[in-house]
Structures are given as C-alpha cells and as structure tokens.
C-alpha cells in the first residue's frame, strides 16, 4: 500500500484498467475467446518457471545440484505431455552448436552474454 500511490496508475495504465478493477482466476479453458485459428496451430512455444517447484528453493537461492533436479524433474515431465504438446527440449549443456545458433536465430534463445 506504501507504494500504491506511484505504482497503481503506472499498472492501470499498462493494462488498460479502472481504479476499482478486481482480478478473478478461471482456469476453465473452454471460456477462452481469441483468435485461434485451426488452421494457423501453435509451431512452438517457451516455457519459462517462475515459482518454486515442491522440494525446491526458488531458482536464484538454489545450488548447481538442485538445479540439475529442477531440470530432470521438468524432462520427465515434459515427455509425458500428450502429443498435441509434445515437441523437442533443449538442455541448455552439451547442446550441439548449430542447434544453438538456430534457436538463436529463430529468436527462442537468448545470445550468450545477453544481460537480459
């Protein structure tokens, strides 16, 4: 609240919302309106964590060893996605070059030394 006076117009304006807007969670995804187009399906998509995994600190607090857990946890969970969402994962280690570069390239890699 000490902060709403700056941060609260900066975030209504961002995303285009009232003063007095509340947020409400629906996970149904048949309410889900847009323009998805059967024809046009998903090539590829990021998935990016930002919360805690059970049994694991969050990312920046957590060793080398707990984040290769974190990583074999998520392989193992991602080869079991149905096939409508499977796809290739990419460890970050040992990749062969040329895969690197082109995901580079196809901009779902950051460059090395990309302070971002």
């Known amino acids: 609240k000490d902060f709403a006076p700056v941060f609260d117009p900066i975030i209504q304006e ?3 919302i009232k003063p ?9 995804s048949s309410k889900i309106k847009g323009n998805i187009v059967p ?9 990016r964590v930002g919360r805690s995994i059970d049994g694991f600190g969050l990312s920046p ?3 080398k060893e ?14 079991n996605f149905p096939e409508d969402l499977s796809g290739n ?3 970050l280690t040992g990749m062969d070059e040329k895969v690197r570069q082109q ?13 971002n």
């Open 39 to 47: 024809d046009a399906p998903v090539h590829s998509t990021r998935i």
């Open 20 to 28: 007095d807007a509340k947020h409400t969670s629906d996970m149904d």
């Open 89 to 91: 994962y990419y460890p």
């Open 66 to 79: 707990q984040r290769v857990g974190v990583e074999k946890l998520m392989t193992t969970a991602v080869k």
């Open 103 to 115: 995901l580079v390239d196809d901009h779902f890699l950051f460059m090395s030394g990309d302070r």
């Open 61 to 63: 607090g957590i060793t």
């Open 14 to 16: 961002y995303h285009g």
